[in-house]
């Protein structure tokens, strides 16, 4: 099977997702010896941290490969988000299984669709967030409902909320706790 899994999110260091993306890629490759693993990242600006970020968990491996793309996270949100045109096997080539990150749902042409939802505080909680992230999270949220056949919930009350604010059906939600170090 091949996996692709949006990495993009690693180069803001030191935020919660960045690592959590860091640290399931890590893990996957440790404990998967079978599958084949397509990463995609893309960032304008620090490419550089993707590639070396690849170098750090390939380690020869020929199971896993880099398509690294020079293009903004702004753009893309605005093409995936809200055209959602573009599939991102357009990038990747064939795989069968794409995990999507925080910021962007990207189009899939045959892929099945996985994400993580970390939390809904912004749906809770709005006057707390820019507008900005609250409509990119809204549009995020609407092709994930349509698109995506499982969504992973770092907790049980996270996966309460997204059932509950976003009237998702409990069978494509399952609760994956995040490791720690």
Known sequence: MKIGIDISQIVHEGTGVGEYVRHLVKALLAIDQK??????????RKLSFIKAYFEEVREGSSRIRLVAVPIPP????????????????????????????????????????????????????????????LEVQ????????????????????TKNDVGKLLNIPENRLQVVYPGYL
Do not use: M
Not at 35 to 44: I, Q
Not at 111 to 129: C, K, N, Q, W
Not at 138 to 157: F, M, N, P, V, Y
């Open 35 to 44: 599958n084949e693993y397509v990463l995609f990242g893309a960032s304008l």
């Open 138 to 157: 809204g549009r995020r949220l609407a092709w994930i409902k349509r698109e995506c056949k499982t969504i992973l919930c770092d907790s049980q009350s």
């Open 74 to 133: 702004t753009f893309l949100e605005f093409i995936w988000n809200t055209l959602h045109i573009v599939p991102v096997e357009w990038f990747t080539g064939p795989i069968d299984v794409f995990w999507s990150s925080d910021w962007t749902q990207p189009p899939l042409a045959h892929a099945l669709g996985v994400t993580t939802i970390h939390d809904v505080s912004f749906l809770r909680y709005p006057e707390t967030f820019a507008k900005r992230i």
